[in-house]
């Protein structure tokens, strides 16, 4: 790394200010051939700022009026020497200054080598490199937290000392291989055993919070089934109505591609294929049991919609057969209509699933129906931010394999196999941790991470 690095650090195009980013050994005395200090003390102080003039050194023609900002290592973002310069915004401005920067010795940057000098360097690990890329691309405001508890570091502290743990047990059985004279392989194993199940529960919680992570990232992905004339137009168009809906028509395309949301407490209820619905030719025979089989299968939830102004039927049946495995809500709608019939309730009941009674052409129970989403996603622990939770598929790649090296540790202790047997699959596991938080990553993995950041970064 001793190359000194430069990159224009804000977004493309016309902007209030624009930065201009170095890091690396000779940044102060490129900054020096570069930058004019209107007053011109030469001390440098960390986490002060200069201003004055940048001028090309070649014909002393001034560029711009800047502020300069300097970090000394290891006190700055990559721990290298580091310099900002604060220009105006504009891409000629940004330009020049960046390429003044390149002819007096710095070399371009790539896509995130600033946050990977970070991490080269050792100020953050791995899974805090991949917060930062998740915060910059953040779409809710629970992602932006979660990313950002991730940079902070929870996911290490929580991977660190399960590693902790292992290599604890690694010692314990060290210790009766080298002095097999005690003959304590049997109090070993028990304790192995022990902390071996706890291990395992953590990983467990960690693997499955996976999902939830993935509902801050993605949005739950709902679908609304049910008979033709059950009310799911009206249900969707009574969702879309409250202050919580959110439409987004991806640019320049038909109405299959409107991406339709729903803001709950944080979290987006993301309706799929709303445009079928809306089209009243749309009925179950005609798209057929496959097709909305499919589409529950794609989805985190369901809300089947029945008509319980009548009695259940064959379409309504296959519904509920469809969801019967599945997250989902039931929603028997119209209960304006004064009818009652106990045998579909009970019929209904049988599944366990939350039932909410509506109208939806008089937008009434809708409440009901969000505080039931909610409490069967659990977003409310969500929301919170009390839990660690994994937002990130290679993450949770690692915390599978691991569990799974833990799962054939503890088999290998219950059945009485030497002790050290064990020692290979901890060693995996640890490795397989490794992985998250960078100790033992290889290079290719590592690159295509950073290769994600935007220049700059
Ligand atoms: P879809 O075919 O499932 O999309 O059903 P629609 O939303 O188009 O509704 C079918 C018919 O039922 C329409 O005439 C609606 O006005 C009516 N409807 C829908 N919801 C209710 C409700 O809650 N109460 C009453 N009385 N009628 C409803």
Request: charged share 30%; glycine share 6%.
């Amino acid at each position: 790394m001793e190359k000194t690095i430069v990159a224009i650090s804000t977004a493309n195009g016309n902007g209030g200010i624009g930065i201009i980013r170095l890091s690396g050994k000779n940044t102060f005395d490129i900054i020096k051939k570069i930058f004019k200090p209107k007053n011109s003390s030469e001390e440098i102080k960390g986490y002060s700022m200069k201003y004055g003039n940048i001028i090309n050194p070649k014909n002393n023609e001034i560029i711009d009026e800047v502020l300069v900002s300097y970090f000394i290592a290891p006190k700055s973002y990559t721990t290298e020497n580091m310099c900002e310069i604060n220009s105006h915004g504009g891409m000629i401005v940004e330009k020049k200054i960046l390429e003044i920067c390149l002819e007096n010795g710095a070399e371009l940057a790539q896509p995130g080598e600033f946050t990977k000098r970070a991490f080269l360097n050792g100020r953050i690990d791995l899974s805090q490199a991949e917060g930062i890329i998740d915060l910059i691309n953040a779409k809710s405001d629970m992602e932006a937290k979660e990313s950002l508890g991730q940079l902070k570091g929870f996911l290490s502290s929580q991977i660190k000392e399960i590693e902790q743990k292992l290599l604890d047990i690694m010692v314990d059985i060290e210790v009766t291989i080298d002095y097999p004279e005690y003959d304590v392989d049997e109090v070993t194993n028990n304790k192995a055993n022990e902390s071996l199940q706890t291990i395992l529960n953590l990983l467990e919680k960690l693997e499955k919070s996976f999902d939830r992570g993935k509902i801050l990232k993605d949005g739950i992905k709902t679908v609304i089934l049910g008979k033709p004339n059950a009310g799911k137009s009206s249900l969707l168009n009574a969702l879309l109505k409250e202050d919580r809906a959110i439409v987004s028509d991806i640019a320049g395309t038909t109405r299959d591609t409107i991406e339709e949301y729903i803001n709950l407490d944080g979290i987006a209820l993301k309706l799929i294929d709303t445009a079928g619905i809306r089209d009243t030719e749309n009925t179950i025979e005609k798209i057929g049991v496959e097709k909305s089989k499919k589409l529950a299968e794609s989805a985190d939830l369901i809300i089947a919609i029945i008509d319980n102004s009548q009695n259940l039927d064959d379409d309504d049946r296959r519904i509920l057969e469809i969801i019967k495995d599945k997250k989902a809500v039931i929603v028997l709608n119209k209960v304006d209509i004064k009818y009652k019939n106990e045998e579909n309730e009970r019929d209904i009941q049988k599944l366990c699933k939350p039932i909410v009674k509506m109208s939806a052409k008089n937008e009434t129970g809708l409440d009901n129906l969000y505080t039931e989403i909610i409490r069967l996603f659990e977003i409310n622990d969500i929301s919170n931010g009390n839990e660690v939770l994994i937002t990130n598929e290679r993450h949770k790649k690692q915390i599978k394999k691991a569990k799974e090296n833990i799962e054939k540790a503890i088999e290998t202790v219950k059945s009485q196999m030497p002790v050290d047997i064990v020692t290979i699959y901890i060693t995996q596991a640890l490795e397989d941790l490794g992985e998250i938080t960078g100790q033992n990553v290889s290079e290719n993995i590592i690159n295509e991470i950073f290769s994600k950041f935007c220049l700059g970064k």
